[in-house]
């Protein structure tokens, strides 16, 4: 059994669907398919649940923890941790408006410098920055925070929401990103990059905050991702793992149960990236036209496609026979539109 996660795959895209390139494998699954509801609208909630993860609606995923799990080989994660990721916030009017990205995206010696400022600043505190790659950071904490937060690719773009975070340690944590951005400001990476007319990193957008849980069911023999939290999740069950561009739809995987992190797609649209979007699209129609024909052969008994739009598309031989469906990708955009 393999499981597909492919967040972006039904949108949203800001193109009619009859300008779509073709995409016949895609079609005829998607169109054959059983659908099964998930009600997970994200690939990180999807990424857990395949891995036995329960998450409560009322409190953030834990997906920090496991994310630097995946990043720092030779650490594991103790206590309390949080995404900290750096971005720029506009004023508009009488708003915020947040920005991170390619655009954004701090260097080596950047990251360096204001993780060292942010760590001197507030040691007393309690609070240790660290950042494994230049553009995804993490908090730790010494104690647990209650905090609810909203990850970073739904407000990007947008006007900083005022009502986040909520839960009893809000009205303190806003204080503190206050005196980050106020501390950031000041900075001399921030003078230099002013000179060179590139966007300040005026602060931190902190979620998905937790630690690393307990394990429980059966998780995936095998994980292909390029993502931290896809790395973190399979050494934290001691499963194998490679990378997208490491593995081939041709070769089998170690164990029965599969699970592969397609992210190009929404990677592209989070950049608002359309060809970018269309080239993943097709290259995931390449993929699965070789898993449908190992389908067809044997060698696989099913595929579990999720968009991350709450429903999963689940193939097996005896649905590929269904050859009078024709909903492919295009009827499933215009359904979820």
């Not at 400001?185 to 990059?193: A, D």
């Not at 269309?278 to 390449?286: E, G, N, P, R, Y």
Request: hydrophobic fraction near 40%; proline fraction near 8%.
């Amino acid at each position: 059994m393999l499981n597909l996660i492919c967040p972006g795959l039904l949108g949203p895209i800001p193109a009619a669907p009859e300008t779509l390139p073709k995409v016949p494998a895609i079609d005829g699954l998607l169109a054959r398919a059983d659908r099964i509801p998930t009600g997970g609208h994200d690939a990180a909630t999807a990424l857990l649940r395949c891995f036995g993860v329960s998450t409560d609606p009322e409190r953030d995923a834990p997906t920090a923890a496991m994310s630097l799990l995946g990043e720092a080989s030779d650490e594991w994660p103790v206590g309390f941790w949080m995404h900290a990721d750096p971005v720029h916030l506009r004023p508009d009017r009488d708003r915020l408006l947040l920005f991170s990205g390619t655009g954004v995206a701090p260097d080596r010696a950047e990251a360096d410098a204001l993780v060292a400022l942010f760590n001197s600043h507030f040691a007393a505190d309690g609070l240790r920055l660290t950042a494994p790659h230049p553009n995804r950071w993490y908090l730790g904490s010494d104690r647990e925070l209650d905090l609810r937060t909203e990850p970073l690719e739904r407000v990007l773009g947008g006007p900083v929401p005022l009502d986040l975070p909520s839960g009893a340690d809000a009205r303190r944590w806003r204080g503190l990103m206050n005196e980050v951005q106020m501390l950031f400001y000041g900075s001399e990476v921030n003078r230099l990059r002013e000179q060179a007319r590139r966007p300040a990193i005026s602060g931190i957008w902190t979620w998905g905050g937790g630690m690393l849980p307990e394990r429980s069911g059966e998780p995936p023999d095998a994980v292909v991702g390029d993502d931290p939290l896809s790395a973190g999740l399979a050494r934290w069950c001691g499963g194998a793992h490679r990378s997208l561009e490491g593995w081939s739809p041709q070769e089998p995987l170690p164990g029965c149960r599969h699970l592969v992190l397609w992210d190009r797609l929404g990677a592209a649209l989070l950049e608002r990236d359309l060809d970018g979007w269309s080239t993943a699209l097709l290259a995931l129609d390449a993929t699965l036209a070789v898993l449908e024909a190992r389908i067809k052969g044997g060698t696989l008994d099913e595929i579990l496609i999720d968009p991350c739009e709450g429903m999963v598309y689940r193939v097996t031989r005896s649905a590929l026979r269904r050859f009078w469906r024709r909903d492919g990708l295009a009827q499933c955009l215009v359904r979820g539109s």
